[in-house]
């Protein structure tokens, strides 16, 4: 799963740091959609983060405390002042799209490459435990996409086209080949009709307005 909707912005458009950010009360509202799309669902392990946005999300839809895996926190941007002004915008919206490669840096930040070099050891590190059958995983956008790239192709190559909604579930089955169930399924918004926007896409548009004011 993705972590609930969470406002990095506060009402001026200013960036609230990225690890304090907490569920919104929709992102309540989506994380109880999801524990009841999950119910049925009886869960060997329950993981996230340890930021406080998976580890709220997951206690809401599993209904206790998670292991904290630091390893699988989001991938991390730069101070947003260091990118130029005429590749700002770029930077938002095209941060997920195409294949991108493992050099790129995630806005001026953390390069994808870095992002699996720690994200597949802890997926590794999972997988070798063979006392659990289902696990909840509740982590963030990049890390999600990083880890369906994986399934899907056996390589380290971010496919950025993977959308993830907040509180969006994935489903993968593991063994001796990966299965890919389900990408991006939002339960209180099975279609997507809401709107066809990306996230980063979004964010941009939360962010645009200080950024104009304060240029």
Do not use: K
């Amino acid at each position: 799963m993705r972590h609930g909707e969470v406002a990095y912005f506060d009402e001026t458009g200013q960036p609230v740091p990225p690890d304090d950010v907490a569920l919104t009360e929709h992102g309540r509202e989506q994380a109880h959609a999801a524990a009841a799309a999950l119910a049925g669902v009886s869960f060997d392990r329950v993981l996230a983060s340890g930021l406080p946005r998976t580890v709220e999300t997951a206690r809401l839809v599993a209904g206790r405390e998670p292991e904290g895996w630091p390893e699988l926190r989001e991938i991390r941007g730069a101070d947003l002042r260091a990118i130029p002004e005429d590749e700002l915008e770029r930077a938002f919206v095209g941060a997920f799209r195409g294949v991108v490669p493992n050099d790129a840096r995630f806005l001026g930040g953390e390069s994808y490459g870095e992002l699996f070099d720690r994200v597949l050891p802890a997926l590794d590190r999972l997988l070798a435990d063979g006392s659990w059958d289902t696990v909840l995983a509740v982590l963030h956008g990049a890390v999600n996409r990083a880890i369906l790239s994986y399934a899907l192709t056996g390589e380290r190559m971010f496919l950025g086209h993977f959308e993830q909604a907040p509180a969006c579930i994935n489903v993968l089955d593991v063994g001796d080949e990966w299965i890919v169930r389900a990408v991006n399924l939002a339960p209180y918004d099975l279609v997507h009709a809401a709107g066809r926007g990306t996230t980063m896409e979004g964010y941009w548009e939360q962010y645009r307005p200080f950024h104009e004011r304060n240029g």
